[in-house]
């Protein structure tokens, strides 16, 4: 095998880099060299970013979002409709559907959604603390917005299992979501469609 070009502190960076989602190899070790060619106005000041958010960020108590407050800016913000509930899988589905500016109630974020396949259970998630704040007496309707997958399906169908019995009215995502799709990679434009015409779940 023959040996590294680089030295063991570049390979470090390079293996750090390539564990990020969407860099293989190749591509880490480009965004290697663009950091250490333009240190000043990058690699000190992604130092410094990385630092930072190390430092101060930390999920919210309440819905899951992450932010360096808690509870986090969405939740704490006034003129938020504290009625609505919008159940997402992850922090990047609460951040597409915030860029589309589609909705402006309060958003819980589970950590993912049940799998057979992969282990997880719903002790895994963030369920029990969805179903006590949808049991609370201001909630009025809670927002399925789950990933069009059979996965985040199954969970839509346990949550409402578990809100069966509530006066809370159960909605989930409808028309612009693809099957299979994922909301992360939706435009603004389907997912404010797809909020705009939610049907009961």
Known sequence: MPASPAGPEIENLISLLAKLPGLGPRSARRAALALVKKRDV???????????????????????????????HICSAPGRDQTVICVVQE???LWALERAAAFRGRYHVLGGCLSALDGIRPEDLNIAKLIERASGSEITEVILAMNATVDGQTTAH???????????????????VPVGGELDYLDDGTISAAIASRRPF
């Open 91 to 93: 922090v990047s589905d």
């Open 158 to 176: 346990y949550i409402t299992d578990h809100l069966a019995g509530t006066d809370v009215k159960i909605s989930r995502l409808a028309h612009g």
């Open 42 to 72: 990058l690699l000190n000041p992604l130092a410094e970013a990385l630092r930072e958010v190390g430092e101060k960020i930390r999920p919210c108590g309440m819905c899951g979002n992450i932010d360096a407050s808690d509870p986090c």
